[in-house]
């Protein structure tokens, strides 16, 4: 533990992580980061090795419980259909079958498609209808509730998202940055997004803190190529429960900027701080011309037509590829945004 890991604990107890405790419990479990380190900062945030020892025992224990690994589906069904209800860790997603006006959830490692969940919970957690949420789901089993003459016995009776809750975090942040010096902060941030800032010269470290900006801008749109395996989705996959990171083949327009027009179903850019694609060269269903001026319009106001109605959101928009070859190459053989669908290598 360095000077800075002191620091950190002195002005921020109780939520201070040790990053060595994130990446040995990632290689057990394949869960999201954050959802790791919200267990570690609520059960291991202390110097005491003896505190981190029993809240790493406890953090084991609820993963082992409750995080469902998908192998192990059927066995946590058979423990709710036997106890009732079991609390669950595990992604919960929500849609809409208007054929039906009922919202179905569906918990992605359970493998449920159908599960009962009220109008409130959807309401208050917008992003379930948006690519789920990591949430630990308090899911009961009923084998009255038949729907359509099929028993649907699942019911999601409440769910907590795996984040933070209170709103005043970033006061208490901004409060006690004034202990820190400028070049310590910058190291705060690198490590908090668990990249080690002794690694690196400030040019780079300042490359690397670009990809937290659309985290905390509106409307901040970035493109980042390079060679492969440089960590280039891992913010956006791994540190925060705002940000999306969507296969480039899977986008659509009505996904990412309206679906169910007639309702007015705003898309992924109303839901989420951030959406990421991953690699850019699968964007073939925004390569049309309709699809790109809508994402140029988007980009350059914040907002969007579609039909008679002008729509804003916040969200940033992130393009993130793969350059197999040198840059000194691509420069002199072409330039650095062939991984766009030729359609989008555009003057704009």
Same mark, same amino acid.
């Given at each position: 533990?360095?000077?800075?890991?002191?620091?950190?604990?002195?002005?921020?107890?109780?939520?201070?992580?040790?990053?060595?405790?994130?990446?040995?419990?990632?290689?057990?479990?394949?869960?999201?980061?954050?959802?790791?380190?919200?267990?570690?900062?609520?059960?291991?945030?202390?110097?005491?090795?003896?505190?981190?020892?029993?809240?790493?025992?406890?953090?084991?224990?609820?993963?082992?419980?409750?995080?469902?690994?998908?192998?192990?589906?059927?066995?946590?069904?058979?423990?709710?259909?036997?106890?009732?209800?079991?609390?669950?860790?595990?992604?919960?997603?929500?849609?809409?079958?208007?054929?039906?006006?009922?919202?179905?959830?569906?918990?992605?490692?359970?493998?449920?498609?159908?599960?009962?969940?009220?109008?409130?919970?959807?309401?208050?957690?917008?992003?379930?209808?948006? #690519?789920?949420?990591?949430?630990?789901? $308090?899911?009961?089993?009923?084998?009255? &509730? =038949?729907?359509? %003459? /099929? @028993?649907?016995?699942?019911?999601?009776?409440?769910?907590?998202?795996?984040?933070?809750?209170?709103?005043?975090?970033?006061?208490?942040?901004?409060?006690?940055?004034?202990?820190?010096?400028?070049?310590?902060?910058?190291?705060?941030?690198?490590?908090?997004?668990?990249?080690?800032?002794?690694?690196?010269?400030?040019?780079?470290?300042?490359?690397?803190?670009?990809?937290?900006?659309?985290?905390?801008?509106?409307?901040?749109?970035?493109?980042?190529?390079?060679?492969?395996?440089? #960590?280039?989705?891992?913010?956006?996959? $791994?540190?925060?429960?705002?940000?999306? &990171? =969507?296969?480039? %083949? /899977? @986008?659509?327009?009505?996904?990412?900027?309206?679906?169910?027009?007639?309702?007015?179903?705003?898309?992924?850019?109303?839901?989420?701080?951030?959406?990421?694609?991953?690699?850019?060269?699968?964007?073939?269903?925004?390569?049309?011309?309709?699809?790109?001026?809508?994402?140029?319009?988007?980009?350059?106001?914040?907002?969007?037509?579609?039909?008679?109605?002008?729509?804003?959101?916040?969200?940033?928009?992130?393009?993130?590829?793969?350059?197999?070859?040198?840059?000194?190459?691509?420069?002199?053989?072409?330039?650095?945004?062939?991984?766009?669908?030729?359609?989008?290598?555009?003057?704009?």
């Amino acid at each position: 533990m360095d000077n800075l890991d002191s620091k950190v604990l002195e002005h921020f107890p109780g939520r201070a992580v040790r990053k060595d405790l994130v990446s040995t419990l990632k290689g057990q479990m394949n869960v999201p980061t954050y959802v790791l380190e919200y267990l570690l900062g609520k059960y291991c945030a202390s110097a005491d090795e003896q505190v981190i020892e029993a809240g790493l025992s406890e953090v084991k224990r609820i993963l082992t419980e409750h995080y469902v690994h998908p192998d192990q589906a059927e066995r946590f069904k058979s423990r709710v259909r036997e106890q009732g209800n079991h609390r669950v860790i595990d992604k919960v997603k929500v849609r809409l079958v208007e054929t039906e006006d009922k919202y179905w959830a569906s918990l992605v490692n359970l493998q449920i498609d159908r599960v009962h969940i009220s109008e409130e919970l959807v309401h208050r957690y917008e992003r379930l209808l948006g #690519g789920g949420i990591w949430s630990i789901a $308090e899911l009961a089993y009923d084998p009255q &509730l =038949v729907h359509k %003459g /099929e @028993v649907r016995p699942f019911v999601i009776r409440d769910l907590r998202p795996i984040q933070l809750a209170r709103g005043d975090i970033l006061r208490e942040v901004q409060e006690r940055r004034a202990h820190f010096s400028r070049d310590e902060w910058l190291d705060l941030l690198l490590r908090s997004a668990g990249l080690e800032p002794t690694m690196f010269l400030h040019r780079l470290k300042m490359l690397l803190l670009a990809r937290l900006i659309p985290l905390v801008e509106n409307n901040y749109n970035i493109v980042e190529f390079g060679p492969r395996g440089t #960590g280039k989705s891992y913010i956006y996959r $791994e540190i925060s429960p705002y940000a999306i &990171l =969507v296969s480039g %083949g /899977e @986008v659509t327009v009505p996904t990412l900027f309206v679906s169910h027009v007639g309702r007015g179903r705003i898309g992924l850019v109303g839901l989420w701080d951030v959406v990421a694609f991953d690699e850019v060269a699968g964007l073939k269903r925004l390569a049309n011309p309709q699809a790109i001026n809508l994402l140029k319009d988007y980009m350059e106001s914040g907002s969007f037509s579609r039909g008679r109605e002008e729509i804003t959101a916040s969200a940033g928009l992130v393009f993130i590829g793969n350059i197999n070859v040198d840059i000194e190459t691509a420069l002199r053989t072409s330039h650095l945004f062939t991984p766009f669908p030729g359609e989008m290598q555009d003057l704009a």
